[in-house]
């Protein structure tokens, strides 16, 4: 099946400087890369996503690219603010069907004021 | 989510005993789906249900079943809890396939003692 590779696990940076977290995954057929971010004690919530047809998705603070040919993905965050300290989960549809995602392992995501 | 809601949302149970989480959506939503999520892991999928009555196995559904007898209840029964099984659990949906993401629920916290 499909395989997410997610790194790093943790992350610490200055508030007001950049994060970047990158997935890789292993079913060329994927087609779908959403990012979800965790607070503590709640359910992941979509930031973000892309198709494999488009190389970069922008929204605000956030955006996404995808490199089909090295099969992996990055989130980037800009300008980074207290309220972005999360988890954060890559995914990508599974090779048994579009319906389904397969998760990263998570990156720990804390921003320093 | 508003529109997810999981029961219960705590839960301590002993080893050997029947546990049912329950997942109910006011969305009309016809996929839904049961993760769980370990340190480490990510979340990894258990069962998913693609309409009323029809369901299948995701990567660790050993020692889960499900069962969906109407579009929005999706219920996940632990036969006989082990520790192994101890976990956050969550659920999702999604309308009619991956074009919106999933949303999840808030999830629940099952300890088997």
């Known amino acids: 099946g499909e395989n997410v590779e997610q790194h790093p696990s943790t992350l610490s940076v200055q508030e007001g400087d950049s994060a970047v977290i990158k997935c890789t995954y292993s079913?060329?057929?994927?087609?779908?890369f959403p990012w979800y971010k965790q607070e503590l004690g709640k359910g992941p919530q979509l930031i973000i996503d892309i198709r494999s047809n488009v190389g970069e998705k922008k929204d605000q603070r956030i955006a996404v690219t995808l490199n089909k040919t090295a099969k992996h993905f990055s989130l980037h965050i800009t300008e980074t603010q207290p309220e972005d300290s999360a988890v954060y989960f890559c995914a990508a549809t599974s090779n048994f069907g579009n319906e389904k995602l397969t998760f990263g392992t998570g990156t720990r995501l804390t921003i320093i004021p | 989510d508003a529109g997810i809601t999981q029961s219960p949302r705590h839960k301590v149970t002993e080893t050997g005993t029947p546990v049912t989480l329950r997942c109910h959506q006011t969305e009309n939503h016809r996929y839904m789906y049961w993760y769980r999520q370990d340190p480490g892991h990510g979340l990894r999928l258990i069962h998913y249900s693609y309409g009323v009555k029809d369901t299948d196995k995701g990567e660790v559904s050993d020692g889960y079943s499900v069962s969906r007898s109407k579009t929005e209840d999706f219920l996940l029964t632990l036969e006989s809890a082990t520790s192994s099984q101890t976990s956050v659990y969550f659920c999702?949906?999604?309308?009619?396939?991956?074009?919106?993401?999933?949303?999840f629920g808030s999830g629940t916290r099952l300890t088997v003692v």
């Open positions: 999702a949906t999604t309308p009619t396939g991956l074009d919106y993401g999933y949303t």
């Open positions: 079913d060329s057929a994927s087609n779908y």
